[in-house]
């Protein structure tokens, strides 16, 4: 009779051998993986950070280094949950569904693939590989409520900057805990400066450590992991596929006449920040090529109105706002502070008001207050102080009769925009202008500075015209207001721009304001509220000089 402790002993010196042979299988697999790799790219594939993202030109293998950093996972931890994200399910599949295969095969990784779902199963691991698309709300809705080990998006600077938004903090990052799971973005950049891919990977960035100056950072600094090369980092290693590619980018930027400055060069095979002036109506840039702010500002703001708090460096702000009432788009109120003091003329926007179904009532009771009172002014004109320097109004299709009921019902008086031929192409070039030498500051995540990096010029057979793709009330208020401001100073009378005063960073405003959220009761309760106040707390028209 065979002894029961040999039978176990047996088994036992079997199964060592087994998982033996298993881990020199997975580590020889993990060997070939990596030395597929460039150094810049093997950085990037075993950074341990829990956020990273890369930022690189195109070809250049950020794709490759996150199929690495997949697989690796896959054959490593058991019962993995792996997710690839690409801007739609069929670039997801000509991204990476064939090159998985192949590697895996290769590598003799054993894999139970489905077409159908694009999904891979680790046979090794049980882990799970998901290939998806984000291109709607109702694609990432899908997505949520699950825990995952490792989730990448690709190409982030095609995706909606909302939808990434909300993928991001909503749908993938609250469940990452259950596993301390990692997320990553990747992309070569966009022609439109925002967006978190933008925040995260572009120069200075306040909430990124780049790899290359990790060891500058103190112990236990958080922020995204950034990493970033281009093809001359592959051909240093000797990537011969990279000198290929970089011969060929080198005859396409001779074919096309290209500068070594030419944003499309510096986006698609450089890997930069580049935005494209020549199809973007506006010269906003958020910040210059060194990453520091240049036509955005992030200012605090007052906690009852939120308007934005201007610097205490000079103390006659006074204000104009420009309105689109709109006529199928929302209404859009845009304030605008400047000081006759600053020979620079600077103009800050410190507030904004961006919404559907206005009309004359309403409009007065954001304007003036629900008391729709004169002597004791609430809501826009109450938070500047008293009635704006400068104002101008578009009336759009909605005629003369508007600004008619706000003048004879209720005693505010608005300038209607004069629309001479092409005025608004020469409003909009000096405000470009003005962008441009750096001299109007723009609020950080506002409507305006959306549609400032997004609105796009198009040309068809009768000339340069406004892509109706994109919005653009929040940017005629804008023009107009900046317009109606320059013409109290005229257009001849700028100086050279001072350098700008830093914003305020506490929390008392030095104009007199109106409760957060500016809202009213009932039907457009969002819009006004007293909030307790006694009539002590205003001063009127007093207050304005």
Known sequence: MIDRGTVREWFRLRHARV??????????????LLEQCHPKQRDFVLDPARRFAVRTGGRCGKT????????????KIRGARLLFIAKTRDQAEDLIWGRLLELCAKLGIRITPNVTMLRIHFELTGATLRLVGADDRASIEKLRGRPWHEVFIDECASHSPNLLKELVERVIGPRLG?????????GTPGPMLQGLFYEVTRPGSPIAIPWDKRHEYDEGATGWSVHYWTLLDGIAAGVQAMVNTWAEAQEEKKTNGWSDDHPVWRREWLGEWSADNTTRISAYRAHDDAGLPFNQWDPAKDKRTGFALLPKERTDWRFGIGIDLGHGTPFALQVLAFSPSDNGRNLYHVYEFHQRGMYPRTIAELLIGPELSHDRMRGVFGAIGGWPDANAVDCAALGEGYLKELSEVYGITLTPVEKERNYKHGAIELANGDLVDQRIWVLKDSELEKQMTSLQWRVDEFGLLRDPKHGDDAHDGFVYARRAIAALFGEDQKEDRPQAPAPLRDEQSEYRQEPEGVRIGGEYGSLLDDGGWSDDDWGGNDAWG
């Open 19 to 32: 998982k033996a042979s298993t881990r020199e299988s997975v580590a020889d697999i993990d060997r070939q």
């Open 64 to 75: 490759t280094g996150q199929l690495v950093r997949l697989v690796r996972k896959g054959i």
């Open 178 to 186: 259950d596993y301390r799971g990692v997320l990553g973005l990747g």
